[in-house]
Protein backbone atom coordinates (compact mmCIF):
# COMPACT_ATOMS: atom_id res chain seq x y z
CA UNK A 1 0.00 0.00 0.00
CA UNK A 2 0.92 3.68 -0.97
CA UNK A 3 -0.28 6.30 0.39
CA UNK A 4 0.26 10.30 -1.37
CA UNK A 5 -0.34 13.28 1.27
CA UNK A 6 -3.24 13.87 0.02
CA UNK A 7 -4.67 10.49 1.51
CA UNK A 8 -3.02 10.87 4.97
CA UNK A 9 -4.73 14.01 6.30
CA UNK A 10 -3.08 13.70 9.58
CA UNK A 11 -0.54 10.84 11.69
CA UNK A 12 -0.06 10.45 14.88
CA UNK A 13 3.31 8.30 15.94
CA UNK A 14 3.19 7.55 19.88
CA UNK A 15 5.90 5.24 20.91
CA UNK A 16 4.94 3.05 23.76
CA UNK A 17 8.36 2.39 24.90
CA UNK A 18 9.76 6.01 26.25
CA UNK A 19 13.02 4.36 26.94
CA UNK A 20 15.35 2.54 24.67
CA UNK A 21 19.14 1.42 25.11
CA UNK A 22 21.78 3.25 23.26
CA UNK A 23 25.79 2.96 23.63
CA UNK A 24 24.91 1.09 26.06
CA UNK A 25 23.02 3.63 28.13
CA UNK A 26 19.48 4.13 29.05
CA UNK A 27 17.51 7.23 26.96
CA UNK A 28 14.22 8.17 27.97
CA UNK A 29 12.42 10.33 26.23
CA UNK A 30 11.29 13.88 27.31
CA UNK A 31 7.95 15.24 26.89
CA UNK A 32 6.60 14.34 23.31
CA UNK A 33 9.90 13.24 22.05
CA UNK A 34 10.09 10.17 20.14
CA UNK A 35 13.36 7.97 20.11
CA UNK A 36 14.46 5.69 17.60
CA UNK A 37 17.30 4.04 16.51
CA UNK A 38 18.20 4.19 12.91
CA UNK A 39 21.08 3.13 10.95
CA UNK A 40 22.73 2.68 14.69
CA UNK A 41 22.24 6.56 14.93
CA UNK A 42 19.63 7.79 17.74
CA UNK A 43 16.95 10.19 16.74
CA UNK A 44 15.31 12.36 18.89
CA UNK A 45 11.73 13.60 16.83
CA UNK A 46 8.38 15.39 17.36
CA UNK A 47 10.07 18.35 19.27
CA UNK A 48 7.77 21.15 20.00
CA UNK A 49 8.40 24.54 21.38
CA UNK A 50 7.77 23.46 24.95
CA UNK A 51 11.07 23.37 25.76
CA UNK A 52 10.17 19.82 27.47
CA UNK A 53 11.10 17.89 24.50
CA UNK A 54 14.37 15.40 24.60
CA UNK A 55 16.29 12.96 25.64
CA UNK A 56 17.66 11.92 29.45
CA UNK A 57 20.72 9.91 29.27
CA UNK A 58 21.49 7.68 32.65
CA UNK A 59 25.01 7.55 33.62
CA UNK A 60 26.37 4.93 35.46
CA UNK A 61 26.91 5.73 38.79
CA UNK A 62 31.08 4.81 38.43
CA UNK A 63 31.14 6.95 35.37
CA UNK A 64 33.57 9.88 35.95
CA UNK A 65 33.36 11.86 33.07
CA UNK A 66 31.05 12.23 29.94
CA UNK A 67 31.21 14.06 26.75
CA UNK A 68 28.68 14.60 24.21
CA UNK A 69 28.39 16.98 21.21
CA UNK A 70 25.91 17.68 18.72
CA UNK A 71 27.27 16.90 15.37
CA UNK A 72 25.25 19.58 13.48
CA UNK A 73 24.25 22.26 15.37
CA UNK A 74 21.56 24.07 12.45
CA UNK A 75 21.85 20.97 9.30
CA UNK A 76 21.28 23.37 6.32
CA UNK A 77 20.55 26.55 8.02
CA UNK A 78 16.59 24.88 8.74
CA UNK A 79 16.59 25.85 12.38
CA UNK A 80 13.92 28.64 12.66
CA UNK A 81 15.15 31.81 14.54
CA UNK A 82 14.19 31.77 18.28
CA UNK A 83 15.19 27.65 18.56
CA UNK A 84 17.66 26.47 20.92
CA UNK A 85 19.47 23.35 22.28
CA UNK A 86 19.63 23.20 26.08
CA UNK A 87 21.84 20.87 27.78
CA UNK A 88 21.50 19.98 31.44
CA UNK A 89 23.59 17.52 33.67
CA UNK A 90 21.77 16.47 36.40
CA UNK A 91 23.47 14.91 39.53
CA UNK A 92 25.61 15.60 42.90
CA UNK A 93 28.96 17.70 42.46
CA UNK A 94 30.09 20.65 44.36
CA UNK A 95 27.66 21.74 46.18
CA UNK A 96 24.55 20.61 44.80
CA UNK A 97 23.15 17.01 45.80
CA UNK A 98 20.95 15.47 42.81
CA UNK A 99 20.34 18.99 41.37
CA UNK A 100 21.48 20.60 38.19
CA UNK A 101 25.19 20.68 37.92
CA UNK A 102 25.64 22.68 34.59
CA UNK A 103 23.63 24.05 31.59
CA UNK A 104 24.96 24.62 27.91
CA UNK A 105 22.26 26.54 26.05
CA UNK A 106 22.87 27.33 22.12
CA UNK A 107 19.73 29.83 20.92
CA UNK A 108 19.66 30.69 16.91
CA UNK A 109 19.40 34.51 17.13
CA UNK A 110 18.95 35.25 13.60
CA UNK A 111 20.50 33.71 10.43
CA UNK A 112 23.88 32.83 10.96
CA UNK A 113 24.13 33.94 14.33
CA UNK A 114 23.45 31.96 17.31
CA UNK A 115 23.88 32.95 21.32
CA UNK A 116 25.96 30.20 23.37
CA UNK A 117 25.53 30.29 26.97
CA UNK A 118 26.73 28.58 29.94
CA UNK A 119 26.05 27.89 33.43
CA UNK A 120 28.49 25.68 35.67
CA UNK A 121 28.27 27.64 38.53
CA UNK A 122 27.26 24.95 40.73
CA UNK A 123 30.20 23.70 40.39
CA UNK A 124 31.56 26.22 42.55
CA UNK A 125 35.47 26.98 41.43
CA UNK A 126 35.49 24.34 38.65
CA UNK A 127 36.20 26.35 35.23
CA UNK A 128 34.60 24.76 32.46
CA UNK A 129 35.31 25.34 28.68
CA UNK A 130 32.48 25.32 25.96
CA UNK A 131 34.07 25.04 22.39
CA UNK A 132 31.90 24.88 18.70
CA UNK A 133 33.66 24.11 15.80
CA UNK A 134 32.96 24.36 12.41
CA UNK A 135 34.49 21.22 10.97
CA UNK A 136 37.43 20.69 12.58
CA UNK A 137 37.66 24.78 13.00
CA UNK A 138 37.44 25.86 16.67
CA UNK A 139 34.96 29.12 15.76
CA UNK A 140 33.88 30.03 19.57
CA UNK A 141 34.39 29.35 23.44
CA UNK A 142 33.29 30.10 26.48
CA UNK A 143 34.91 29.48 29.53
CA UNK A 144 35.31 30.15 33.08
CA UNK A 145 31.98 29.52 34.09
CA UNK A 146 32.02 30.04 37.82
CA UNK A 147 28.97 31.78 38.97
CA UNK A 148 26.90 34.19 36.61
CA UNK A 149 25.65 32.93 33.55
CA UNK A 150 28.05 33.64 30.62
CA UNK A 151 27.27 33.80 27.13
CA UNK A 152 29.18 34.70 23.45
CA UNK A 153 27.67 35.09 20.15
CA UNK A 154 28.97 33.14 16.94
CA UNK A 155 28.33 33.76 13.58
CA UNK A 156 28.20 30.49 11.58
CA UNK A 157 27.70 31.10 8.04
CA UNK A 158 25.87 28.96 5.06
CA UNK A 159 25.18 25.62 6.13
CA UNK A 160 28.47 24.39 7.51
CA UNK A 161 28.46 21.27 9.95
CA UNK A 162 29.07 22.67 13.75
CA UNK A 163 30.02 20.14 16.53
CA UNK A 164 30.06 21.51 19.99
CA UNK A 165 31.47 19.98 23.19
CA UNK A 166 29.30 21.23 25.87
CA UNK A 167 30.44 18.91 28.86
CA UNK A 168 32.97 17.36 30.35
CA UNK A 169 32.67 16.64 33.93
CA UNK A 170 35.28 15.25 35.85
CA UNK A 171 33.47 15.65 39.05
CA UNK A 172 32.83 12.58 41.51
CA UNK A 173 28.70 12.73 40.04
CA UNK A 174 25.93 10.18 39.83
CA UNK A 175 23.81 11.63 37.07
CA UNK A 176 21.66 12.21 33.71
CA UNK A 177 21.54 14.57 30.95
CA UNK A 178 18.52 15.58 29.79
CA UNK A 179 19.04 17.96 26.58
CA UNK A 180 15.74 19.52 25.84
CA UNK A 181 14.94 21.06 22.91
CA UNK A 182 12.75 24.52 22.35
CA UNK A 183 11.90 27.88 21.52
CA UNK A 184 9.87 27.48 19.00
CA UNK A 185 8.54 24.56 16.97
CA UNK A 186 10.11 22.94 14.83
CA UNK A 187 9.05 20.89 10.97
CA UNK A 188 10.72 17.51 10.29
CA UNK A 189 13.11 18.28 12.73
CA UNK A 190 16.16 15.63 14.18
CA UNK A 191 18.83 15.41 16.29
CA UNK A 192 21.91 13.02 15.81
CA UNK A 193 23.23 11.69 18.90
CA UNK A 194 26.29 9.73 18.36
CA UNK A 195 28.54 8.18 21.22
CA UNK A 196 31.94 9.19 21.38
CA UNK A 197 34.58 8.05 18.89
CA UNK A 198 31.95 6.98 16.74
CA UNK A 199 31.99 7.85 13.16
CA UNK A 200 30.32 11.00 12.31
CA UNK A 201 27.03 10.68 9.98
CA UNK A 202 26.18 12.33 7.22
CA UNK A 203 23.35 15.11 7.60
CA UNK A 204 20.73 15.38 7.21
CA UNK A 205 19.57 11.60 7.29
CA UNK A 206 17.24 10.16 5.15
CA UNK A 207 14.60 8.99 8.02
CA UNK A 208 13.07 5.47 7.13
CA UNK A 209 11.11 3.66 9.56
CA UNK A 210 9.94 -0.07 9.47
CA UNK A 211 7.14 -1.71 11.56
CA UNK A 212 8.97 -2.80 13.93
CA UNK A 213 10.01 0.66 14.79
CA UNK A 214 6.74 2.23 14.71
CA UNK A 215 4.90 0.56 18.33
CA UNK A 216 1.67 2.34 16.96
CA UNK A 217 0.30 4.41 14.48
CA UNK A 218 -2.76 6.32 13.67
CA UNK A 219 -4.46 7.48 10.74
CA UNK A 220 -6.92 9.98 10.99
CA UNK A 221 -9.50 10.51 7.83
CA UNK A 222 -10.91 14.07 7.77
CA UNK A 223 -13.47 14.12 5.14
CA UNK A 224 -13.02 16.48 2.24
CA UNK A 225 -15.97 18.31 3.65
CA UNK A 226 -14.62 18.81 6.42
CA UNK A 227 -16.62 18.73 9.95
CA UNK A 228 -15.88 20.52 12.89
CA UNK A 229 -12.70 18.64 14.04
CA UNK A 230 -11.17 20.04 10.43
CA UNK A 231 -12.55 23.51 11.31
CA UNK A 232 -10.96 24.25 14.29
CA UNK A 233 -8.05 22.93 13.03
CA UNK A 234 -8.01 25.50 9.96
CA UNK A 235 -8.79 28.31 12.36
CA UNK A 236 -5.93 27.24 14.50
CA UNK A 237 -7.70 26.32 17.48
CA UNK A 238 -5.76 23.47 19.99
CA UNK A 239 -7.24 20.75 22.33
CA UNK A 240 -7.37 23.41 25.07
CA UNK A 241 -9.83 25.88 23.31
CA UNK A 242 -11.38 23.86 20.59
CA UNK A 243 -14.37 22.52 22.35
CA UNK A 244 -17.85 23.69 21.02
CA UNK A 245 -19.00 25.74 23.55
CA UNK A 246 -15.53 27.56 24.05
CA UNK A 247 -15.21 30.86 23.56
CA UNK A 248 -11.73 31.69 23.47
CA UNK A 249 -11.34 35.18 22.60
CA UNK A 250 -14.80 36.16 24.06
CA UNK A 251 -16.80 37.84 22.06
CA UNK A 252 -19.43 36.09 23.18
CA UNK A 253 -19.65 33.77 20.41
CA UNK A 254 -18.94 29.67 21.02
CA UNK A 255 -16.90 28.00 18.83
CA UNK A 256 -19.68 26.40 17.60
CA UNK A 257 -21.77 29.08 16.46
CA UNK A 258 -18.61 30.58 15.08
CA UNK A 259 -18.51 27.25 12.91
CA UNK A 260 -21.45 27.52 11.80
CA UNK A 261 -21.91 31.61 10.78
CA UNK A 262 -18.30 31.04 9.61
CA UNK A 263 -16.78 33.47 11.85
CA UNK A 264 -13.26 33.35 13.17
CA UNK A 265 -12.77 32.24 16.82
CA UNK A 266 -10.07 33.96 17.76
CA UNK A 267 -10.79 37.38 16.65
CA UNK A 268 -13.69 39.47 17.97
CA UNK A 269 -16.21 39.50 14.90
CA UNK A 270 -19.52 39.59 16.69
CA UNK A 271 -20.55 41.21 12.90
CA UNK A 272 -21.43 37.53 11.90
CA UNK A 273 -24.42 37.30 14.39
CA UNK A 274 -27.70 37.41 12.82
CA UNK A 275 -29.10 40.74 11.76
CA UNK A 276 -32.81 41.64 12.28
CA UNK A 277 -34.80 43.97 10.12
CA UNK A 278 -38.77 44.81 10.58
CA UNK A 279 -41.05 45.52 7.39
CA UNK A 280 -44.79 45.95 7.77
CA UNK A 281 -45.22 42.10 7.77
CA UNK A 282 -42.01 40.17 9.06
CA UNK A 283 -39.61 40.24 11.51
CA UNK A 284 -36.43 39.19 9.16
CA UNK A 285 -33.36 37.49 10.13
CA UNK A 286 -29.90 37.18 7.95
CA UNK A 287 -27.09 35.65 8.38
CA UNK A 288 -24.42 33.23 7.05
CA UNK A 289 -24.02 29.27 7.55
CA UNK A 290 -20.92 27.19 6.33
CA UNK A 291 -21.70 24.55 4.21
CA UNK A 292 -19.88 22.08 6.27
CA UNK A 293 -21.64 23.09 9.30
CA UNK A 294 -24.80 22.90 8.05
CA UNK A 295 -23.93 18.91 7.17
CA UNK A 296 -22.87 18.17 10.72
CA UNK A 297 -25.59 19.97 12.44
CA UNK A 298 -28.49 17.95 14.03
CA UNK A 299 -30.45 20.70 14.96
CA UNK A 300 -31.32 23.77 13.17
CA UNK A 301 -33.77 26.12 13.91
CA UNK A 302 -35.26 29.57 14.70
CA UNK A 303 -36.98 30.63 18.03
CA UNK A 304 -39.40 33.36 18.63
CA UNK A 305 -42.05 34.17 20.65
CA UNK A 306 -43.48 37.20 22.32
CA UNK A 307 -41.21 37.09 25.88
CA UNK A 308 -37.85 35.83 26.16
CA UNK A 309 -39.60 33.11 27.86
CA UNK A 310 -41.53 31.35 25.79
CA UNK A 311 -40.35 30.22 22.51
CA UNK A 312 -41.29 28.45 19.73
CA UNK A 313 -39.15 26.68 16.90
CA UNK A 314 -39.18 26.36 12.99
CA UNK A 315 -36.95 24.00 11.52
CA UNK A 316 -34.18 25.86 9.37
CA UNK A 317 -33.43 23.03 6.17
CA UNK A 318 -30.83 22.71 3.46
CA UNK A 319 -33.05 24.53 1.05
CA UNK A 320 -35.45 27.62 1.19
CA UNK A 321 -39.08 26.37 2.43
CA UNK A 322 -42.64 28.33 2.39
CA UNK A 323 -44.77 29.13 5.56
CA UNK A 324 -44.71 26.35 7.90
CA UNK A 325 -47.62 26.31 10.59
CA UNK A 326 -46.18 29.66 11.74
CA UNK A 327 -46.00 31.33 9.03
CA UNK A 328 -42.31 31.01 9.62
CA UNK A 329 -40.50 31.83 5.75
CA UNK A 330 -37.12 30.33 5.40
CA UNK A 331 -35.35 31.32 1.99
CA UNK A 332 -31.61 29.74 1.45
CA UNK A 333 -29.21 31.23 -1.17
CA UNK A 334 -26.83 28.12 -1.79
CA UNK A 335 -23.87 30.84 -3.22
CA UNK A 336 -21.94 27.31 -4.27
CA UNK A 337 -19.49 26.73 -1.80
CA UNK A 338 -19.69 29.48 -0.36
CA UNK A 339 -21.27 30.01 2.69
CA UNK A 340 -25.31 30.28 2.12
CA UNK A 341 -27.13 33.19 2.41
CA UNK A 342 -29.97 32.63 5.16
CA UNK A 343 -33.08 34.62 5.34
CA UNK A 344 -35.64 33.61 7.66
CA UNK A 345 -38.83 35.65 8.04
CA UNK A 346 -40.98 35.88 11.08
CA UNK A 347 -44.86 37.25 10.99
CA UNK A 348 -45.23 40.44 13.15
CA UNK A 349 -48.76 38.62 13.81
CA UNK A 350 -46.76 36.45 16.27
CA UNK A 351 -46.34 40.16 18.45
CA UNK A 352 -48.29 40.40 21.89
CA UNK A 353 -48.40 43.88 23.04
CA UNK A 354 -45.94 45.11 20.27
CA UNK A 355 -43.07 41.81 21.63
CA UNK A 356 -41.62 39.81 18.65
CA UNK A 357 -38.28 37.90 19.23
CA UNK A 358 -36.43 35.62 17.50
CA UNK A 359 -32.99 33.79 17.49
CA UNK A 360 -31.27 30.97 16.51
CA UNK A 361 -30.30 27.56 17.99
CA UNK A 362 -28.24 24.61 16.71
CA UNK A 363 -26.77 21.69 18.04
CA UNK A 364 -24.90 18.87 16.90
CA1 LIG B 1 -15.89 33.30 20.01
CA1 LIG C 1 -15.13 35.31 16.88
CA1 LIG D 1 -25.56 24.89 1.89
CA1 LIG E 1 -23.18 27.10 0.10
Same mark, same amino acid.
Given at each position: ?20 ? +? ?9 N ?19 ? @? ?29 ? +? ?17 ? =???? =? ?9 S ?9 ? %? ?27 I ?10 ? +?? @? ?18 ? %? ?14 L ?5 A ?7 ? =? ?14 Q ?6 N???? @? ?21 ? %? ?10 ? +???? %? ?16 Q ?19 P ?13 ? @? ?26
Amino acid at each position: MQLTASQIPSITITSEDKTLE +YAGLAHTSLGNATLDVIDNKLTVSNLGSSGQ @DGVGIALPAELSAWEAHWQDLDPGGMLPVGA +YLKQQVIGTGGTVTNGVLG =TVQV =TKENVGNYTISADFSPLGSNT %RTVQVYRGSTLVAEVTGQSGALCATSVSISGSASVGWWPL +YL @DVDFNVSVNISIGGTTYLGD %RVVMIPEGAAAPTLPLTVQLTASQIPSITI =TSEDAAGGYATWTRLQGLTPANNGPAQ @DPEADGIINLMEFYLNGNPLALD %RSILPTATLDAD +YLTL %RFKRLDAAELEMTQQAVQFGASLTSWSASVIGPVSSPPDGNGVIVTVSENGA @DPDDITVQIPRSKAIAGQLFGRLQIGK
